[in-house]
């Protein structure tokens, strides 16, 4: 089955500084790749998506990359705020059919004033 | 628009006692349903998913069930509760898989279970 590592495990920077994640994968057949934020005591918040006919997809101050060669994808958040502040989950899955989505362990991201 | 519903919100039981969680989704039909598990400080770990009423696909074993009595309900169950239970658990939900659709999960806003 599919295995998904994610890191750092935390992260901290400051405020105006940009944040990297980075996760990889091990099924090929992938190609559905999303990214959720869950703030404390709250369910994940799908916040950006990739799937894999693109390299890079950007909303706003977010951007996640896709490399299916080298199997990786990264989370890039441009001019933190602390409300950026939160635990970020990469994901994995197929896209066809009652696939499951194989989770990352999780990023705190921790933004310093 | 779709919401996603979870009660309660926090629960704390003795061990050996039952435990009912519900889920229900509204504005979609026929939707994919899931029960995830989040120890403290944890991944997200999938317990349960079903794709129909009365379709239940069990992810790991234990002492949790789980049913689909309607179709935008999901319920996750215990006869006798274990301290190993204590999390978070998470319900979600996709639309039904087509050419169309990727797996974009939608999750609600979680139960806190303390088993003491």
């Known amino acids: 089955g599919e295995n998904v590592e994610q890191h750092p495990s935390t992260l901290s920077v400051q405020e105006g500084d940009s944040a990297v994640i980075k996760c990889t994968y091990s099924?090929?057949?992938?190609?559905?790749f999303p990214w959720y934020k869950q703030e404390l005591g709250k369910g994940p918040q799908l916040i950006i998506d990739?799937?894999?006919?693109?390299g890079e997809k950007k909303d706003q101050r977010i951007a996640v990359t896709l490399n299916k060669t080298a199997k990786h994808f990264s989370l890039h958040i441009t001019e933190t705020q602390p409300e950026d502040s939160a635990v970020y989950f990469c994901?994995?899955?197929?896209?066809?059919?009652?696939?499951?989505?194989?989770f990352g362990t999780g990023t705190r991201l921790t933004i310093i004033p | 628009s779709q919401t996603i519903h979870q009660w309660p919100a926090t629960l704390v039981q003795p061990v050996g006692s039952p435990l009912s969680l519900e889920c229900t989704v509204e504005?979609?039909?026929?939707?994919?349903l899931y029960w995830y598990r989040q120890a403290a400080g944890r991944g997200l770990q999938l317990l349960f998913y079903?794709?129909?009423?009365?379709?239940i696909s069990s992810e790991v074993p234990q002492n949790l069930s789980a049913s689909r009595p309607q179709d935008r309900q999901f319920i996750l169950s215990s006869k006798k509760l274990l301290l190993s239970d204590s999390g978070f658990y998470l319900c979600?939900?996709?639309?039904?898989?087509?050419?169309?659709?990727?797996?974009?999960?939608?999750f609600g806003p979680g139960t806190r279970l303390t088993v003491l």
């Open positions: 979600a939900w996709r639309s039904p898989p087509s050419g169309k659709t990727y797996n974009e999960q939608f």
């Open positions: 099924d090929s057949a992938s190609n559905y």
């Open positions: 990739i799937r894999s006919n693109v």
């Open positions: 994901a994995a899955s197929r896209v066809f059919g009652n696939e499951k989505l194989t």
């Open positions: 504005g979609t039909s026929n939707p994919n």
């Open positions: 079903s794709v129909g009423i009365g379709q």
